[in-house]
Antibody, heavy 114, light 106 residues
């Protein structure tokens, strides 16, 4: 059974950092791109970043470029999102997924507030 | 960036109705379009990929069509469990971009 489980969210002050993790199971992890998508409270979906199978290619939405870094550890079937210089507008539920395919996890909530 | 404009932003319909949601891209695309359903409090679920291919396990009343800049999600006979917000997403170019969503109420 394919499963992804996000973790690492929490409350952080503006300008702070947080590292999200996503552990995957049920499929050959190193055969797939992985994506992060976020959803601010009461708002729509926003694609954030993705990474290719060996980590050599990464792409980001403009609003997080230079602040967020996506990475992966294929030995641990995990993908990460390092978030620096956090802003109030980064407050959202963060989902990871295998190439935007189902199933998605339940997400991990990031709140940026003083 | 490719902007995805969905319409309508919300709709109310009855059980058994045929419902159509449209997504217009700011520039022409090939077939790299997805449709998602998100029920309240739940993670999004992919319904359709490559414009018109139904995701395994998704009810056959859902269908997708379109080309170029105009794409459509159709629910042929609306059911109570279809109450949700629907999003399109283009993966033709980076950054991937979602439409703003269509809330369907029954």
């Amino acid at each position: 059974e394919v499963q992804v489980v996000e973790s690492g969210g929490g409350l952080v002050q503006p300008g702070g950092s947080l590292r999200l993790s996503c552990e995957a199971s049920g499929f050959t992890f190193n055969n797939h791109w992985m994506d992060w998508v976020r959803q601010a409270p009461g708002k729509g979906l926003e694609w954030v970043a993705n990474i290719n199978q060996d980590g050599s290619e990464t792409y980001y939405v403009d609003s997080v470029k230079g602040r967020f870094t996506i990475s992966r550890d294929n030995a641990k079937n995990s993908v990460f999102l390092q978030m620096n210089s956090l802003r109030a507008e980064d407050t959202a539920l963060y989902f990871c997924s295998r190439e935007l395919r189902p199933p998605w996890g339940q997400g991990t909530m990031v709140t940026v507030s003083s | 960036d490719i902007q995805m404009t969905q319409s309508p932003s919300s709709l109310s319909a009855s059980v058994g109705d045929r419902v159509t949601i449209t997504c217009r891209a700011s520039q022409g695309m090939r077939s790299e379009l997805l449709w998602f359903q998100q029920r309240p409090g739940k993670a999004p679920q992919r319904l359709i990929y490559d414009v018109s291919t139904l995701q395994s396990g998704v009810a056959s009343r859902f269908s997708g069509s379109g080309s170029g800049t105009d794409f459509t999600l159709t629910i042929s006979s609306l059911q109570p469990e279809d109450s949700a917000t629907y999003y399109c997403l283009q993966y033709n170019r980076y950054p991937r971009t979602f439409g703003q969503g269509t809330k369907v109420e029954i």
